[in-house]
C-alpha cells in the first residue's frame, strides 16, 4: 500500500509539472512582448475596453501593469487628458490588502504610465 501511494503520489508530481510546462507553453510568446510598467492608485480595472464593462476592482497603490497589448476602445476624458487607447495584460496591486492579481484585464490609456498613447513597442491587440 505504501509503495503505491508513493508511486501516485510521483506520478501527480510529475503530471502537474508537465500540466504546469503546457499552461506557460503558450502564453511564452504573450509574456515575451510584455511591458512592464505602472498603472496609478485608484485606477479601474474593466472586463473590456469601455467604462460600461464590467468593474474587476480599482487599485489600492500604485500597481506593477504587464501589458501585452492595446486597443483602441470608448473615448475618455479625465482630468483634461482624453484618449481612446486602452491597454490589456496583467495588474498586480500590492497595495489591496490581500494583495491582488487582475489577469487578463483591461485599463483606460490614462491610467497607465507609457509615456504616450499608444505607447511605442506595444502592439495592437
Same mark, same amino acid.
Given at each position: ?13 510529475? *503530471? $502537474?509539472?508537465?500540466? @504546469? ?5 503558450? #502564453?511564452?510568446? &504573450?509574456?515575451? +512582448? ?21 468593474? *474587476? $476592482?480599482?487599485?489600492? @497603490? ?5 501589458? #501585452?497589448?492595446? &486597443?483602441?476602445? +470608448? ?51
Amino acid at each position: 500500500m505504501v509503495k503505491r501511494s508513493a508511486r501516485l503520489a510521483a506520478t501527480g508530481l510529475a *503530471l $502537474g509539472a508537465a500540466l @504546469s510546462l503546457l499552461g506557460t507553453a503558450g #502564453s511564452a510568446q &504573450a509574456a515575451a +512582448q510584455a511591458r512592464d510598467t505602472t498603472v496609478q492608485t485608484g485606477s479601474n480595472i474593466r472586463a473590456a475596453a469601455t467604462t460600461n464593462s464590467r468593474l *474587476l $476592482g480599482t487599485t489600492k @497603490s500604485e500597481s506593477v501593469g504587464s501589458i #501585452s497589448c492595446y &486597443a483602441r476602445g +470608448q473615448r475618455v476624458t479625465v482630468g483634461g487628458y482624453t484618449t481612446d487607447v486602452w491597454y490589456f495584460g496583467n495588474v498586480f496591486d500590492d497595495g489591496a490588502n490581500p494583495p491582488h492579481a487582475y489577469l487578463n484585464v483591461w485599463v483606460w490609456g490614462g491610467n497607465v504610465n507609457v509615456g504616450a498613447d499608444p505607447a511605442p513597442g506595444i502592439p495592437r491587440c
